[in-house]
């Protein structure tokens, strides 16, 4: 049987036109769909494409409402510009040296 084909090396060549074939067509299917889309005939034509479905569907994103704090008074919370430096007891000065 494999013989009828010309061959282990007949079956590749077909394999490869084959392959060639199914290229072509699949590059010339978005085109085709493009042409098929705009003429007036075909099966169940209608106005309303997927497309124009998904678009009606859409609906832009909500605007997130932004959360309202309470104000305070100043008096309540307390800023401070300056840090506080506060001594640490863990060093030891020397004690003042006196002349005289």
Sequence with gaps: MIDRFGGIDGIMS???KMQKVVGG????APMMKLV???LPFGKGKSNNSA????YEEYTPPRKRKSKRRNKTTNATRRRNTTPVRRKSNTTKRRPKSRKG
């Design 25 to 28: 067509i699949q590059q010339m």
């Design 14 to 16: 077909g394999i490869g």
């Design 36 to 38: 098929m889309g705009i």
């Design 51 to 54: 497309a124009d479905a998904d």
